[in-house]
């Protein structure tokens, strides 16, 4: 769209587009043909050029009520003119207590306490630092080492990129945390092309750990994290039993395990947490987009008792825990919190995916035959279609299905040649038709 058009219609007020340096975007791409939204509302975001585009992504994996739900608003346009902030450190706030009684009320036992953030990213740093300060603080402080996995995503921070596995997110920042090392991801392995949910094939990966730990000794290991299920990789799912390994060999080495539940969180997979859908019990869940339907940024770290108590000794005038963010506990994100709950209470979103997984499923692998698709790969409400690379142009092909999407008035997500969708759960069947019916259009318009 041409730049006066852009302002005529958005009341953009300035020419300077440069000014803003936009993350994780190819800024000299996006600059020269800008991509607006202006509204959203339910599934639906206003383009600047009046168009309504479906939104397969939830925005980033985060809105998972749908936008523009009246409650949220309403709940935090009364807050910012109620409280609008409050200090968390030695003060609080009636709300930041009420949200971590219903959180954990989410969570199965021991996962009883909860540690606010404002993001993903330091919901990763804050779990990479609790497990780290729980060893020393029961005698054990050669547990210094982390364990992360190759394609891991944990955000962006030192701590997330080191523990990650994406190369492109930690090659341009050199030296990293010490002491970090990776297990083998669970992408590709024989057999489990085009499964359907959890495939069978690779539990023996989980043994990528007693590896690990023959190795280092597990006097000196801290932690293991993972995303049950690694979004931003393009959708990799753990073999049947894998996790469930993980767990096991965790518990038997004194190693703390932790979900980094930041995209599965709060109904993605049509449970309310991984830890349901998979019956594992981690001892930190990290979480943030689902926790405020994306409408106001938080995060959250849920701890097990064993966990939290280790750290609740000595003087009681003391910091436990020598951590923490301005914001955490924000009265606005909390008021968002509690109002998303409230609505994924009332409309039962947190197993919503669970009904709508086997429509959505077949609608995903119904793309099989459109040209260049090497698998697909579904669980809840998350999907993938990856794509084989144009030779020597790798990512090219499935950003130019993104782009010919979004003019196709359908908003998907890509990471490398996989198209990632990851719907609000409020999706419905003839929504779910349509996002999908237009990507076979887009699919077949590739060279
Ligand atoms: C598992 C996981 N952990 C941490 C983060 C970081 O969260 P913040 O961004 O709030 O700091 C994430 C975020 N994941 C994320 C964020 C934005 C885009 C995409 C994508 O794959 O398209 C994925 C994530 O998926």
Redesign the pocket.
């Known amino acids: 769209m041409a730049r006066d058009e852009i302002e005529q219609i958005t009341g953009l007020t300035t020419n300077n587009l440069d000014a803003y340096w936009m993350p994780f975007t190819a800024n000299r791409q996006f600059k020269k043909d800008p991509r607006l939204l202006v509204k959203a509302k339910d599934m639906h975001y206003t383009s600047a050029d009046g168009r309504q585009i479906l939104d397969g992504t939830a925005g980033?994996?985060c809105c998972n009520a749908g936008h523009g739900r009246q409650k949220i608003v309403e709940a935090v346009q009364k807050q910012v003119a109620e409280l609008d902030y409050a200090p968390a450190f030695q003060m609080a706030h009636p709300k930041s207590f009420e949200l971590a009684a219903r959180l954990a009320a989410l969570m199965p036992d021991p996962l009883n306490h909860v540690f606010y953030t404002n993001?993903?990213?330091e919901s990763?740093e804050t779990a990479l630092k609790m497990a780290l300060a729980y060893h020393k603080a029961r005698g054990e402080g050669s547990r210094t080492r982390l364990i992360g996995r190759e394609r891991g995503?944990?955000?962006?921070n030192f701590g997330?990129i080191s523990v990650g596995g994406m190369v492109a997110n930690r090659k341009q920042f050199g030296a990293m945390l010490a002491g970090v090392d990776h297990m083998r991801h669970t992408h590709g392995i024989a057999g489990n092309e085009f499964s359907k949910g959890v495939p069978k094939n690779g539990i023996e990966y989980a043994e990528d750990l007693m590896r690990l730990i023959q190795l280092h000794d597990p006097s000196t290991i801290a932690a293991v994290i993972v995303?049950p299920v690694a979004?931003?990789a393009g959708v990799i799912l753990p073999p049947e039993g894998y996790l469930k390994r993980l767990r096991e060999i965790c518990d038997e080495h004194g190693i703390l395990l932790i979900f980094?539940e930041?995209?599965t969180g709060f109904g993605r997979l049509g449970t309310p947490f991984g830890v349901d859908y998979f019956d594992v019990i981690p001892d930190l869940v990290?979480t943030?987009k689902g926790l405020t339907s994306g409408v106001v940024p938080m995060g959250a770290v849920f701890a097990s008792s064993k966990v939290y108590d280790a750290f609740m000794t000595g003087p009681d005038h003391l910091i436990e825990l020598f951590h923490g963010y301005t914001y955490s506990a924000h009265p606005l994100a909390c008021a968002a919190a509690l109002a998303t709950l409230d609505v994924y209470a009332e409309e039962e979103l947190l197993t919503r995916g669970a009904k709508m997984a086997e429509y959505w499923q077949e609608a995903l692998h119904s793309l099989r035959d459109c040209p260049h698709v090497i698998d697909i790969r579904n669980i809840g409400l998350i999907g993938a279609v990856e794509l084989e690379p144009i030779a020597g142009e790798p990512t090219k092909r499935a950003f130019t299905a993104f782009l010919k999407a979004y003019e196709k008035n359908i908003l998907i997500?890509t990471?490398g040649d996989t198209i990632?969708m990851s719907p609000p759960l409020i999706i419905s069947e003839s929504e779910i038709d349509t996002l999908v019916g237009t990507l076979r259009d887009v699919l077949k318009s590739l060279d």
């Open positions: 980033l994996w993001s993903g990213s990763v995503y944990h955000g962006v997330g995303e979004g931003s980094d930041v995209i990290t943030a997500r990471t990632a």
